[in-house]
Nanobody, 120 residues
Framework: EVQLQASGGGLVQAGGSLRLSCAAS????????IGWFRQAPGKERAGVSC????????YYADSVKGRFTISSDNAKNTVYLQMNSLKPEDTAVYYC?????????????WGQGTQVTVSS
């Protein structure tokens, strides 16, 4: 059974940092690129960042470039999203997903969401 276990959300002030984790199981870690989508109230779910553990290639949405960093620990089958310089507009439910290529249509598996709230 494929599982994507997300954790690390919370409440932080603008300018602060959070780190999200996504622990993957049920498939070979390098089978798929893994990453994060987010959905704010009243908005569509959108890609945030993805990483391929097989070649290290990454994707970032323009809105998070320079502030967020995605990484993977192949030994732990875990992907991390380090979020710095957070803004109120980053407030959303963040979902771990695979495969992750930045578009919702390409996703086979979703993890449970984790809430990120950035206060101004």
């Amino acid at each position: 059974e494929v599982q994507l276990q997300a954790s690390g959300g919370g409440l932080v002030q603008a300018g602060g940092s959070l780190r999200l984790s996504c622990a993957a199981s049920g498939f070979a870690f390098d089978d798929y690129a893994i990453g994060w989508f987010r959905q704010a109230p009243g908005k569509e779910r959108a890609g945030v960042s993805c990483i391929s553990s097989s070649d290290g290639s990454t994707y970032y949405a323009d809105s998070v470039k320079g502030r967020f960093t995605i990484s993977s620990d192949n030994a732990k089958n875990t992907v991390y999203l380090q979020m710095n310089s957070l803004k109120p507009e980053d407030t959303a439910v963040y979902y771990c997903a695979a495969p992750c290529y930045g578009v919702v249509a390409g996703v086979y598996y979703w993890g449970q969401g984790t809430q990120v709230t950035v206060s101004s």
